[in-house]
């Protein structure tokens, strides 16, 4: 089973702050995914990045994939509290299926 | 277009009852998924099924546990004779295909 090591697990920081978000793994995945959870609900996509070396931006979000594709970041520029919450990063096996394997989360924390 | 739903939204059994949970994929995706999200921990993939097939259910315990999606209808995941520790949000997401999966918004199984 591919494992996908993700950091860091907390993250508190004040408004207007950058921050970077790393999923890695030795595996290779055939894409990654990245996820936001609000409590008591189900994961909300934000972004899946598919080939090696691909940049995706979304507002203050940028999600890169490794070029490799073991390994991805997410970077938010100015941090607002809205940002505040659960961010997943899940990668497909390669192979029929595509089996999403995550990473164990980052809680993030912005403080106005 | 309607998300992916499942219900119910939160369910409450007894030790030894049976647990029904179920998922209507989105509109045009014949791909289903099911994880699992202990306390305390990231979700794990149990089970891949496409249209009255199972197509993956390397992470469905050996026991107890089963999953189907019907030609009609929605995909269900059954769990016989529960037990506390298979108290955990289930989540369900559907694909079109390959890489992007989207997720409902969970069912909560609380064993007393």
């Known amino acids: 089973t591919q494992l996908l090591e993700q950091s860091p697990q907390f993250l508190s920081i004040q408004e207007g702050e950058n921050l970077t978000v790393y999923c890695n793994s030795s595996?290779?995945?055939?894409?990654l995914q990245w996820y936001r959870q609000e409590p008591g609900e189900g994961p909300v996509l934000l972004v899946t990045?598919?080939?090696?070396?691909e940049v995706k931006k979304l507002k203050r979000l940028t999600f890169q994939f490794g070029d490799a594709r073991k390994d991805s970041s997410l970077h938010i520029t100015a941090a607002q509290p809205g940002d505040t919450g659960l961010y997943l990063c899940?990668?497909?096996?390669?192979?029929?299926?595509?089996?999403?394997?995550f990473g164990a989360g980052t809680i993030l924390r912005v403080k106005s | 277009n309607a998300g992916v739903m499942q219900n119910p939204r939160h369910l409450v059994r007894r030790r030894g009852q049976e647990a029904r949970l179920r998922c209507s994929p989105m509109?045009?995706?014949?791909?289903v998924y099911w994880y699992r999200q202990l306390p305390e921990e990231g979700l794990k993939f149990m089970v891949y099924?496409?249209?009255?097939?199972?197509?993956?259910e390397s992470g469905m315990p050996k026991e107890r546990f089963s999953a189907e999606f019907p030609k009609e209808g929605p995909s269900i995941l059954r769990i016989q004779q529960v037990v506390r520790g298979d108290s955990a949000a289930y989540f369900c997401?559907?694909?079109?295909?390959?890489?992007?999966?989207?997720f409902g918004p969970g069912t909560r199984l609380t064993v007393l």
């Open positions: 997401a559907s694909s079109p295909g390959r890489d992007t999966q989207y």
């Open positions: 595996s290779v995945f055939s894409s």
């Open positions: 990045v598919v080939t090696g070396g």
């Open positions: 899940a990668g497909a096996e390669m192979g029929y299926g595509n089996k999403l394997v």
């Open positions: 509109k045009g995706h014949s791909h």
């Open positions: 099924l496409q249209k009255e097939n199972i197509i993956d």
